[in-house]
């Protein structure tokens, strides 16, 4: 079928790219015009034959939301607008609720597969009305993998960003449980072979995974992992899904504990540490600096000759 | 070769089973006589030729620490011991070197994959000396599952005890992480299809796993979970996971939160938590019931009319 | 000074009195004629000499946005609101902006102190302009304790709830730490005095605090805390605490653990743990309903007798 | 009445100084001979008449464990030996044990106070047999704060080192949840005078206490807490109180967190977060560095121009 697609950066060219080979045609813009097909997104909307479906793939926020926002004016009642960036689902609802007032149709899609989708098929996560999915069916059909996995119509309009976040959520308990696991190895003096014991997890262990395929073709490049500082950043993801734990009343501790390891980790200095030091001198009164933990006899008494 | 095993039941049973298949010799001792080659330990070791090795596969603690010392007395120097349960690594130290002064070799091998083991092989991790380890390579090769991985031998003695606790440190968390993220979909009403939502995560995902794919057979069974109650027990070495830690000064939030999680969801009422609402009743003093957190302005005021 | 009072519940009514002690001239309205002066926020605004000042002390949320609103409409330049309910810090930016577009000032206060307060007075925490502040000194005098603690001008519009609502985030993880510490010892069959145990701590330790107190008070009227469930709601502040420190990217572990186990202690039962509960069913395989953790040799295993 | 102490650094020897004052004969011995009163601990047992009581007051672990047997050699059956240390009360069990077994009693007592216990007195926690605290109490009379608390006699032999592990324990809790609080508030912009908050919050809050008395003690000495690096260790008992919970399966989320929190303040650099940005790198495939959460479209895309 025909899709228009704005933005044709690493996951939306890839994506038309997937798409022209299923047979389909694609429009894309994209503001840097070595790749775009069009001049501006008046033109896009003009090349395609009503009901149209247009793709958005720009980062989230503001820039998602004035491609929305564009689209809103230069489309017609009939026409469809699918968001397959990393929006928050809230915003998914009200965008759709904005286009849903001009008669305009919207789907979200949350999208996994990062630079192996263009072959291997991108993981298709898909909120809104029944009736948009289903013309849109042929386009997911291309992307998605081969075989019977890789999509889902998880719900409403941001159904498919909410499924998205939590996934990624997954994704950084899942991270920070190899890298617990990886520090706990090496801080012991028995183990002396730390790659080789994780590359040996890859069969037969309840552990094998892709993130655990993906460490194992890091620890081959590079050992001790000494190339890389242990300095983690977080997407908008990781942090709407706290926040929606606490929406929801969810308790979340593994993942809101791989958020909050990760925000530690871009610290240089801990101000809630600086307090928790503070408390420890002034145990001491002002006479001395530190006597251990405050009330610990002896931490500076010698031992008797017995 | 030739393998004593001490402990034919579910696992040893069939790892027995699966040494016979390639083509070793084993004698199978269990105190269930409708299982048991022989009628003793002692007369297990008779049956074996010098240099022995035996093979045991009993529960951890006692039982172990009970067989390992039986079998000081009865192994002469040159002989080796593997014992290949979930042992604290802690125990495999102290029995090596009890061994080691009778001129005994130990070596220990965590063993991971279940009731899948006999035929798809055991994951193994395995520590002790290069010597020991050399000569049971034969039957570390017929355990372990086809293919370059699924065994190593990660350092010295009691070292493939420790990271096989490590691998199912690893493990709860992961387990915690899809159980998170579940009740985290569950609870929002934009979607509606959980299970469905699980399945098509099984390609094309960051997080597509082992235990993803457990967690869909178990949806595919039971798809709102119903049969269960959200009750789980724990091992010893999900517990010694978080000991080493605390010993080692490593962090490990999210495995620790797994573990706690675990330790509360089998509580009827929590003694903690009767103290925090022992406190939240406090702050509306003696007058009344409760204020809310206590300082709460205006909880059981009405809004005015405005 | 002059003030108008809007909210007469416990906290209103009862700092109207105190106001009033201390010789200010309160005019109260609640929608509850029967403690109102006024039978309007009409008339309210009309019984006060410009230049106003109205504190507004109802739920927050909707009806103090209702409340601040309907203030908008009927005070005139110069004329100032307190907001000094739970409000979230959001919303105060949001009121501070709205009045001020009709030139009216505006200052949120966080308010401690619950009942303890018409006696002992409220510890009060302040944002706004400082001209505003200066110009509601004489309130803030006659509200807070005696004494040179109780009253901080924090900062800017926001910063009074702002640094309240951190507040009630450190009460949670104190409580949560009293809760924890009662529970592990209440755990120990060596101890067979528990609530003897947290009287003594009042005096000569380093966590005597007022928290404590109130807790010995619950242990006094009832030892083993029977009466309680362990079930704790939680404040919109604990929340909002959490999600200041995802939107701020601070790592607040021992919060937000506070925050998540009072929403486990409402659970009757948890979808995460039966996933965890399903996962280690599935370890089993079809055949069996569990072995422990899965690849838990021996766990069905009688030890030999040796 | 008489009492030994062998251990007279600045809790033995204020404690023998608090003794005296409260007329009691204290003999003390310390291999620092400039304030030891006799030459070794056997001269000490011979200047005490039976039955007699020694007061052991130095190093948790090997150098208590020495101490107390050199009493079992010394001492007759009838005496009574106290471990007033910070030991683990699991050790207290041992030596409890070893003396019984020749007719010397033992008592563990766990004690808070610092530096200020000379003057106010400490608070004392106290593990045993009912006849031995008895013989007692005139010592645990005067070295207790004046008033009816700070005395406990809490259980049996380990009892009193168990409860005042876990005290620290809520201490380390209710540390972090101040430092926690601390890094959110001076996180905010709305803030601007983030000591004057802490030191307002004395009077009239929820969460009054000593740690707060002494974090503004800090907080008025170094208002920005320049000084101290966010660098905190950790003394046995936090990590005692951890393993105590895995043991019991008693879920700690808050004091583990805390105690974690610490352990991560003392790495330059964390081997975990080096495997969480080695995956992080690995979502990004050979060809690129980095794309975000591995697939996160768009990341590199410059939104179009709409």
Redesign the interface.
């Known amino acids: 079928m025909e899709l228009g697609i704005?933005?044709?950066?690493?996951?939306?060219g890839n994506m038309a790219e997937r798409l022209r080979r299923g047979g389909h045609t694609v429009v894309g813009?994209?503001?840097?015009t070595s790749v775009s097909d069009v001049g501006?997104?008046e033109e896009l909307v003009g090349r395609l034959a009503a009901p149209r479906a247009v793709w958005v793939?720009?980062?989230?926020g503001?820039?998602t939301a004035?491609?929305v926002?564009?689209l809103g004016e230069v489309l017609q009642p009939g026409d469809l607008v699918i968001d397959?960036?990393?929006s928050h689902?809230v915003d998914d609802q009200k965008h759709g609720a904005d286009l849903a007032a001009k008669g305009i149709g919207f789907v979200d899609c949350g999208?996994?597969?990062?630079?192996?989708?263009l072959e291997?098929?991108?993981?298709?996560?898909v909120?809104g009305d029944d009736d948009n999915v289903k013309r849109l069916m042929p386009i997911f059909e291309t992307l998605?993998?081969e075989?019977e996995?890789?999509?889902?119509?998880?719900?409403?309009?941001?159904?498919g960003h909410?499924?998205k976040m939590?996934?990624?959520?997954?994704?950084?308990?899942?991270?920070?449980?190899?890298?617990?696991?990886?520090?706990?190895?090496?801080?012991?003096p028995?183990?002396?072979?730390v790659p080789?014991?994780f590359?040996?997890?890859?069969?037969?262990?309840?552990?094998?995974?892709?993130?655990?395929d993906?460490?194992n073709?890091?620890?081959v490049d590079?050992p001790e992992?000494d190339d890389?500082?242990?300095?983690?950043?977080?997407?908008g993801?990781?942090?709407w899904?706290?926040?929606?734990?606490?929406?929801?009343?969810?308790?979340?501790?593994?993942?809101?504990?791989?958020?909050?390891?990760?925000?530690?980790?871009?610290?240089d200095?801990?101000?809630?540490?600086?307090?928790?030091?503070?408390?420890?001198?002034?145990?001491?009164?002002h006479?001395?600096e530190s006597?251990?933990?405050?009330?610990?006899?002896?931490?500076?008494?010698?031992?008797?000759?017995?």
Chains 1, 2, 3, 4 share one sequence.
């Open positions: 704005i933005g044709l950066g690493k996951m939306g813009y994209d503001r840097d501006s997104v793939m720009v980062p989230a503001q820039p004035d491609t926002h564009r397959g960036g990393n689902y999208v996994s597969g990062g630079v192996w989708g291997n098929g991108y993981a298709l996560m909120g998605k993998p075989g996995f890789g999509f889902v119509h998880s719900g409403k309009v941001g159904a909410y499924v939590v996934h990624n959520g997954i994704e950084y308990a899942m991270m920070q449980a190899f890298g617990e696991g990886y520090e706990l190895i090496e801080a012991s028995l183990v002396t072979k080789e014991t590359l040996s997890w890859q069969e037969g262990t309840v552990i094998r995974s892709w993130l655990l993906l460490l073709r890091a620890l590079d992992l890389l500082r242990g300095y983690a950043n977080d997407s993801e990781g942090r899904t706290v926040q929606a734990a606490v929406e929801h009343a969810v308790p979340l501790p593994a993942i809101s504990a791989s958020l909050f390891a990760r925000f530690a980790s871009r610290q200095d801990s101000p809630a540490m600086r307090v928790v030091a503070a408390l420890r001198k002034q145990f001491g009164g006479a001395v006597i251990g933990d405050g009330d610990s006899p002896g931490a500076d008494v010698d031992p008797p000759k017995v």
